[in-house]
């Protein structure tokens, strides 16, 4: 689902640079055309984002992402938005939040729901748990 929600963000005139956990380089490639620029690492794709959207499977992978292989929480800047589009329980969620605060990285709980052609259709649901100052930065993505 990342991909086409990439596309549709990036066709809706926001900057997106995008990495594929899988490590399928061409993933991220093929998106080009519709202007998402690709990111030869996850950390790549994180230097300088306002928001870094983790649209991942699990909280393993997103575990991997900010603090695993990815270390992706150590590059991203103070005041960037996390929305955790993923169904993970909110243990998992409540850990990252208080780790990322200490260098004022907030993370949203997002979870997304839709096949994967939803999102290429603009046709996907997701609800968050956050305030107000967490989701602003992020609905802009969205709208």
Not at 130 to 143: I, L, V
Request: charged content about 15%.
């Amino acid at each position: 689902m990342g991909a086409p929600t990439a596309a549709w963000v990036a066709r809706a005139g926001h900057p997106v640079t995008a990495f594929d956990i899988d490590i399928d380089p061409q993933k991220a490639v093929s998106l080009a055309a519709d202007g998402v620029k690709p990111a030869a690492t996850i950390s790549d794709a994180a230097t300088d984002a306002d928001v870094l959207v983790l649209m991942v499977a699990t909280a393993g992978q997103a575990e991997s992402v900010l603090y695993g292989d990815g270390k992706t929480a150590a590059v991203l800047k103070p005041g960037a938005v996390v929305p955790l589009m993923a169904t993970v329980g909110p243990a998992a969620v409540e850990d990252w939040a208080q780790r990322l605060a200490d260098t004022a990285v907030e993370i949203v709980d997002t979870p997304v729901s839709g096949a994967p052609p939803a999102p290429a259709r603009a046709t996907c649901s997701s609800w968050s748990a956050a305030p107000p100052r967490r989701w602003r930065p992020c609905n802009r993505c969205w709208t």
